[in-house]
């Protein structure tokens, strides 16, 4: 692959160059666009990234628009000058506008889009940093006559402690009290200075590559050398040098480098793309699909213009061969595809399918990669090479110039929604907003799709479909474009392979037997038998961790962050590991204590089961099972979760345990059992859609199960064995979960019916932040139309996470919010407490 280069003309206006331009500027304190001067003999394009100075620093900027003359209440002599160009021409058609339409649709500024869309280190921020000068500090410096402070010395001894000799000026202020006097006087007596240093930048890769030039009969050429052009030769004549020293066991660049200066081979630097490269699996063809797989694609290959489909295939029906070859007449017509998926922990496997079926025409792009492969991944999209790039959520940003198709796997997942930093963007909707700009389809594919997808693909038709049904709904006009909603189904698993049979446990009733255990008598057999079965075993708990809270049993007292308004779990990964106690909001961590630290008392109990208490548990009552575990404390590492999937389907263990990473899309032939320790930790939340991500959930954890040849079985362990959630999943019924849940939805005016927006206010002034929120529940009362319901102010559920408290405002509608509201909705952060900071939360899926 090509590394990339400037394809895109931005139109200039047919006149004498510009002299200024406005630039977007990445600062926190900087609002709107602000005006520089070009450089002379210098080419600026709009949509060109550059670094500029911005009040005492270096910052990174967008030119939005070329001047040709100033505005008329700018004075030309206080224009700064741009200091230089970053990158330029990098952006596809309509691109601007896809980040334009995000901003205003989730209520925040411009450049928060930008960020997130652009990889790291193209926008950056130069830094403030303090340096001694050896040279004019006199030996004692703590000598009365030199007239220095004690904070002077201490700002002093801490540079000494540098092994440059310098720190950056906010970690001095941190480090020494009142260091902004001392430095001011340090820097008077000329014993430091203060200097900016430039953003840090990311930077193409340079690798040193060995060309075969040819053999010289006048020159002797010893064996080892011979060996060297001869592996040359038979690579095409060119191998990077890397790889030609581990070729030719090779200690060092002796060899190559005399065979460089004989004239034999030459050796140059160039540019190599750091693309994530961690698989090569071996090639696929295309498989036989179903009649249902088969009208699936040639409704989807039909569409040549936007529209959505939504494709609701239960687990195991094959979604991941439909896309594969609804994606391979794009290439053919030398477009890209864009391939999102809810996380990371997903793509190892998605990869590897898509590598064995289209080769290096794909890219992995998501934040587990180094700030290089991320850069080097963006820039090969904007070669406008026909590839398929697959990433998570900030993927649909990805700058593609020439989109087939878009496509969304496991939709319903709220892994596609950002709730921090702003923006609190959904994938699906600005894949959306995409497919209409650049007129083509887009896929939702889920076995268990969200009440908006589902609503949207089937709005005015009857509630209960038969499975095989295809729907389109009536043509829509979207811009000018003809626009449909397409509901495309795959009611069976693939070569009919039966549904696992869902077993509900009433660990009530295993109580009253007797069984103290945290595994029921039906699960514990299914483990037992594993084994000589030779098959495969999944364990899904809610929480991560090996207890939910530590009490003292003899005052009560519970262990609780003393940044938070939470229980600190107890996490003790195995035998003889330090026993510590951590905050899941904040990532607090401390000591478990030996005594209660209220009365004093030795008799501490952990109570709540989590991941690592499950495996301890599985431990001890079946020594003879290996066991693996899978969440976010053990995939924290770079490409954890692929080393880990792959242990796993080698048959290095015989269960795995994890979290809601174990419903993402992993298939297994040889997993026979999936038990759900406890559902009852994903039934009871006070939020709206808590029914929903717990069918969702369960649905799909039981859809791990039987997905080879052998039959599948799910036991479900609950104190709710009579909950509609429950029932829903026992009898895989989408359709009775819809029927119950929408009804209530409508009633209340909650999505898919209704729009919500939530005011989040914090701050670490308890105080100031529920006063900035009573006075913008006022605000909004007078401010906005009597349609929109008011709900709050309200204490989240979680009043205080990282030392700041937390308030929230919901606003609920029946109808869309208007441009005209969100303008208002924007003017509300000048009512907060200088210290309380508002953020505007667009469709909100957590109300906590």
């Not at 039987?706 to 429950?726: C, F, L, M, N």
Request: charged fraction near 25%.
């Amino acid at each position: 692959m090509k590394v990339a280069e400037p394809i895109y003309d931005y139109k200039v206006e047919k006149m004498s160059s510009p002299q200024w331009v406005e630039v977007l500027v990445d600062c926190v304190y900087a609002e709107g666009l602000y005006t520089y001067k070009i450089k002379p003999n210098t080419i600026i394009k709009t949509g060109d990234i550059v670094s500029i100075p911005f009040s005492n620093s270096i910052v990174g900027g967008i030119v939005i628009k070329l001047l040709f003359q100033l505005p008329e209440n700018l004075e030309i002599e206080k224009i700064k000058e741009i200091d230089d160009i970053i990158t330029t021409g990098f952006f596809p058609p309509h691109y601007w506008e896809l980040l334009q339409r995000s901003a205003t649709y989730y209520l925040t500024d411009l450049i928060n889009v930008v960020r997130v869309a652009l990889p790291p280190k193209l926008l950056g921020k130069s830094q403030r940093r303090v340096r001694l000068l050896n040279q004019n500090i006199p030996d004692n410096p703590d000598n009365s006559e030199n007239d220095c402070t004690v904070n002077q010395l201490e700002v002093i001894n801490l540079l000494k402690q540098s092994k440059t000799g310098d720190y950056t000026y906010n970690f001095i202020n941190q480090k020494v009290k009142n260091a902004r006097n001392a430095i001011k006087g340090l820097v008077t007596k000329q014993w430091l200075e203060i200097y900016l240093q430039p953003p840090s930048r990311a930077t193409p890769k340079l690798t040193k590559v060995v060309t075969f030039l040819g053999e010289n009969e006048d020159n002797q050429l010893t064996q080892k050398q011979r060996d060297v052009l001869t592996i040359l030769k038979n690579n095409d004549g060119e191998l990077p040098l890397p790889e030609l020293l581990r070729i030719c066991e090779l200690n060092s660049n002796s060899v190559v480098n005399t065979l460089a200066k004989k004239g034999c081979v030459v050796i140059q630097e160039r540019e190599t793309l750091r693309l994530l490269q961690d698989s090569s699996p071996k090639k696929d063809e295309p498989k036989i699909l179903t009649k249902d797989q088969s009208r699936a694609l040639e409704i989807i290959n039909g569409l040549y213009s936007y529209s959505t489909v939504l494709l609701h295939g239960v687990t195991g029906s094959g979604k991941t061969e439909v896309y594969l070859q609804a994606i391979a007449p794009i290439l053919q017509q030398k477009k890209s595809a864009l391939v999102l998926v809810p996380e990371i922990g997903l793509t190892p496997q998605l990869t590897d399918r898509f590598r064995a079926r289209f080769g290096d025409k794909v890219c992995v792009y998501h934040s587990a990669l180094s700030d290089g492969e991320r850069y080097d991944t963006w820039r090969q999209m904007l070669t406008g090479e026909s590839q398929v790039v697959i990433g998570t959520r900030s993927a649909v940003f990805a700058p593609l110039p020439n989109i087939g198709i878009i496509i969304l796997d496991e939709e319903h997942d709220t892994s596609f929604k950002q709730h921090q930093p702003v923006p609190t963007y959904h994938a699906v909707k600005i894949a959306q907003y995409r497919a209409k700009l650049v007129n083509c389809p887009l896929i939702l594919g889920s076995a268990t799709p969200s009440l908006e997808s589902w609503r949207l693909a089937t709005e005015n038709k009857p509630l209960i479909l038969q499975n095989t049904e295809l729907l389109s709904s009536s043509d829509l006009e979207v811009e000018g474009q003809k626009h449909q909603h397409y509901y495309l189904s795959l009611p069976n698993r693939i070569q009919n392979r039966p549904l696992p049979p869902v077993e509900i446990v009433d660990m009530r009733q295993e109580l009253r037997k007797g069984n103290r255990s945290i595994f029921s008598y039906s699960l514990r057999n299914g483990l037992n038998n594993l084994k000589a079965e030779g098959k495969q075993g999944i364990l899904f708990i809610s929480r991560r961790g090996h207890s939910t809270f530590v009490s003292c049993r003899s005052c009560g007292y519970v262990m609780e962050c003393p940044h938070c308004d939470v229980s600190l779990s107890y996490h003790y990964t195995h035998e003889g590991a330090t026993e510590l106690l951590r905050c899941h909001y904040c990532n607090h961590t401390e000591l478990h204590p030996k005594k209660c630290p209220q009365c004093f008392s030795p008799y501490l109990k952990f109570f709540g089961t989590g991941t690592q208490k499950v495996l301890l548990e599985l431990e001890k009552e079946f020594p003879d099972l290996k066991i693996l575990r899978f969440d976010s404390d053990t995939t924290s590492k770079k490409n954890a979760h692929r080393r880990i999937l792959e242990a796993f389907a080698e048959g290095k263990a015989d269960v795995l345990i994890g979290t809601q990473m174990l419903t993402k899309g992993i298939d297994l032939a040889q997993v026979t059992l999936v038990g759900v320790v406890s559902a009852d930790g994903l039934l009871f939340h006070s939020d709206y859609k808590a029914s929903e991500r717990a069918f969702q959930t369960l649905t799909q954890v039981a859809g791990r199960a039987g997905r080879g040849d052998d039959a599948g079985k799910v036991i479900i362990q609950t104190y709710s064995p009579e909950h509609p959630v429950i029932q829903a999943v026992k009898n895989h019924d989408y359709l009775a979960f819809c029927k119950r849940e929408l009804p209530e939805r409508e009633s209340l005016n909650y999505p898919p019916y209704g729009k919500l927006i939530l005011l989040r206010l914090s701050g670490t002034d308890g105080d100031k932040v529920r006063q900035s929120a009573d006075n913008i529940a006022d605000i909004c009362a007078n401010l906005l139309p009597d349609h929109i319901e008011i709900l709050g102010p309200a204490p989240a559920n979680v009043m205080r996470v990282a030392r700041r408290y937390r308030w929230q405002i919901l606003l609920k509608s029946a109808n869309n919010f208007t441009v005209e509201i969100k303008e208002k909705l924007l003017t509300l952060k000048q009512y907060c407490h200088v210290n309380v900071s508002l953020v505007i939360d667009a469709d909100p899926l957590r109300i906590e």
